[in-house]
């Protein structure tokens, strides 16, 4: 029993990694070139708010705002 599990976590193991494997890029290089050569407007990147975004938003503490607004005072610059 115990060698099935342990056969099962080895076989776990490697398809997590090859899961995680960045994907090949495999675009002829003038095709690449002729994208590059191109004039025009780039694409915009839309931006998403979610879920993540705002568990990972820094909140901005009453110090660090009082610290922020006077920069005349620095202790350690010589």
């Keep these: 029993m ?12 490697a398809f997590g990694i090859y899961w995680g494997l960045p994907i090949r890029y495999d675009t002829p290089l003038e095709e690449i070139e002729k994208k590059l050569g191109e004039e025009g407007e780039h694409a915009k990147v839309k931006r998403h708010t979610t879920f993540l975004n705002l568990m990972q938003r ?3 503490k009453g110090s660090d ?3 922020s607004s006077r920069r005349t005072r620095r202790p350690f610059s010589s």
């Design 2 to 13: 115990s060698f099935l599990a342990i056969l099962g976590m080895i076989a776990a193991l």
């Design 58 to 60: 820094k909140v901005q």
């Design 65 to 67: 705002r009082r610290r």
